[in-house]
């Protein structure tokens, strides 16, 4: 190649010989054939390339889909080059020859030095656009990343808030039942009841606690408080309030009282304060024990979503991603959104980044359920097929229009509200199956039913 193949080119206008000839030295010429893929997606863009002749074909790989997203077939168009301005740039697209020609193959630092040459100003012009742009998609995947960390954030206050203060509740009674006990016996002590009255007692107590009393119907409960209370005040017993609600619920009768009684004697007061209040530190022991199993649970179930002490490659069952994250997403599920499991009971645990998988988990969730508008049905089920894994997630939104499954994938592309989504949750997504794991995920949708499936390899590509 010569200056004379480049000098009727559009794009080299005002560009000396001397120049094309700096710039063809540095350079290779290419052939381009139909079918033979110059350059692909996703690589670094080391390269710019300038069509001389033929015609090259953009494709971009959309779900299952490999889609041409435009092409090259005018004299001076290019593609690529970007690590000359940006030492992380890729190709957005992969070139493929649809007409035989030939293509300039300049590197991206040979681009560089000749801009920076010939044109300082246009060089710190492409540098400072070039810049702002990935500082502008920067921003914005972080905004998109905040807004899904506040989401999980808020809900996990709202999951943890509920036992948590269920085990305050608890514990401020246990305090006084605990209060109470030691007054009971105290009580019992200046009764001066013998060892064999106490002894017969606990019996008592123990027959209420080992009988394994079904949790019984509230109105029924209700009413064995009401009678025992009138047990108690026929007995001139005082704080029947205080006594009445444990021995009910632990299926004491009139008949348990009586027999009481006539073990206890004169000390019926305090030995039946005794037996409640050991019933219900029982009981708000169990409670307390509970509501720290469901922190417990919860905190488990961040450590495994954000895999904090795990590597970052490793062999996982996918199942336990999808269920720590549904433990995360528990607030906008609960009211109105059914989940409905088909977990595949062949499916092999495959090698992957766990913690990526978990945040498409996050986003293909978040988003069946915004489009069901919190109420409707989510299932989600897991297969093999053949050398691959799917994930399935099914809602009965009102689905998707063909021209939005075209462009539910691009970049800050969303449908939804303003303030409610960036257009990165499926971006994200893809780029996260398809470039860190060589999986795909494809869309079908009618009203009614939508499913993205996620199609992983057994190993993710390397």
């Keep these: 190649m010569d200056t004379g193949d480049l000098r009727g080119i559009p794009l080299f206008a005002g560009v000396t010989d001397e120049q094309l000839g700096e710039l063809i030295a540095g350079s290779t010429e290419v052939p381009v054939e139909p079918g033979v893929t110059l350059f692909h997606e996703g690589e670094p863009a080391d390269f710019w390339w300038v069509l001389v002749e033929g015609a090259i074909a953009l494709h971009r790989q959309i779900g299952r889909e490999d889609t041409v997203m435009g092409k090259i077939d005018v004299p001076g168009r290019w593609a690529g080059g970007f690590r000359a301005w940006d030492e992380h740039g890729v190709y957005l697209a ?54 899904t960390l506040g989401t999980l954030a808020a809900g996990l206050a709202h999951e943890i808030n509920n036992p948590a203060a269920a085990a305050s509740r608890s514990v401020s009674a246990l305090d006084t039942a605990a209060a109470s006990l030691l007054s009971a016996l105290q009580g019992l002590a200046e009764g001066e009841i013998t060892a ?15 009988s394994g009393t079904a949790v019984p119907d509230p109105v029924d409960l209700a009413d064995a408080e009401n009678t025992i209370s009138e047990w108690l005040d026929r007995q001139e017993i005082e704080k029947d309030w205080l006594i009445a609600p444990p021995l009910a619920a632990a299926g004491a009768s009139v008949a348990w009282c ?74 906008k599920l609960r009211d109105g ?35 069901m508008e919190g109420t409707g049905t989510l299932r989600i089920s897991t297969r093999t097929d053949g050398d691959r894994i799917v994930v399935e997630f099914t809602d009965t939104g009102p689905g998707m229009p063909p021209q939005v499954i075209a462009r539910a994938f691009e970049p800050f592309y969303t449908t939804k509200e303003v303030g409610k989504g960036t257009g990165l949750g499926l971006d994200i997504a893809q780029r996260i199956v398809a470039e860190h794991h060589g999986g795909t995920i494809t869309i ?5 039913e939508t499913t993205l499936s996620v199609r992983l390899p057994h190993q993710p590509a390397r």
């Design 444 to 448: 079908t949708s009618h009203p009614g």
């Design 258 to 331: 009586e027999r009481a009684a006539e073990v206890l004697g004169e000390a019926l007061q305090p030995g039946l304060e005794w037996v409640a209040s050991t019933l219900a530190v029982s009981t708000l022991l169990g409670e307390v024990k509970e509501s720290t199993r469901r922190i417990t649970e919860l905190v488990a179930a961040v450590r495994s979503y954000s895999q904090m002490d795990r590597s970052s490659l490793q062999t996982i069952d996918v199942t336990e991603g999808i269920e720590s994250t549904l433990v995360m997403l528990g607030h």
């Design 94 to 147: 992969s070139g493929r020859g649809i007409a035989e020609g030939r293509v300039l193959r300049v590197p991206a630092a040979v681009l560089r030095d000749r801009i920076d040459d010939w044109f300082p100003l246009a060089g710190h012009l492409i540098k400072g656009v070039y810049g702002t742009a990935r500082a502008i998609e920067s921003t914005a995947r972080q905004r998109d990343a905040l807004i």
């Design 337 to 371: 959104i059914e989940v409905i499991r088909a977990y595949g009971a062949d499916v092999p645990r495959i090698e992957a980044y766990a913690g990526e998988l978990n945040q498409v988990w996050t986003n293909l969730i978040d988003n069946a359920v915004d489009a």
């Design 196 to 210: 064999t009255q106490f002894s017969e007692l606990d019996e008592l107590r123990l027959a209420l606690t080992s």
